[in-house]
């Protein structure tokens, strides 16, 4: 660490210069941070919009008799249709684009069902001593 007599020193060199320019480049670096800020916002959001589609879809699924559910893009968006047999009933996130059309390459084998699904981790137990 170093010597405060070395830190008071550093300041009353540097202090000055360091004050002139946070007064000249200070606006444009707080305007680039809050630029920056927006992207990154809408990727978190668009990421949570995602993650709750696919826990809605669960638990709709979950809710229906013999439910299953399937994911399927449409326009470079994700969909998952939820099925109550062979029927599709649900997507999530909502849309009002037809069934048809949201299942028109999908493969009907690839749907699952809801406890396939679930992402569960098992950790082995500590053992007692």
């Not at 004050?19 to 305007?31: D, M, R």
């Not at 109550?84 to 997507?91: A, F, I, K, L």
Request: charged letters at 25%; aromatic letters at 6%; hydrophobic letters at 35%.
């Amino acid at each position: 660490m170093a010597a405060p007599t070395k830190i008071a020193r550093l300041a009353l060199k540097y202090g000055p210069v360091v004050y002139t320019l946070a007064q000249k480049y200070g606006p444009q670096v707080a305007e680039q941070l809050l630029r920056q800020r927006e992207p990154a916002q809408r990727l978190v959001s668009a990421q949570r919009g995602r993650t709750s589609a696919r826990r809605l879809a669960l638990r709709h699924a979950d809710s229906v008799v013999d439910g299953s559910l399937q994911q399927v893009f449409h326009a470079g968006e994700a969909y998952w249709v939820v099925f109550s047999r062979n029927e599709p009933v649900g997507s999530h996130p909502h849309t009002n684009i037809p069934y048809e059309s949201l299942l028109l390459n999908a493969d009907p084998l690839r749907r699952v069902r809801p406890e396939e699904l679930r992402r569960t981790v098992h950790l082995p137990r500590r053992g007692r001593r």
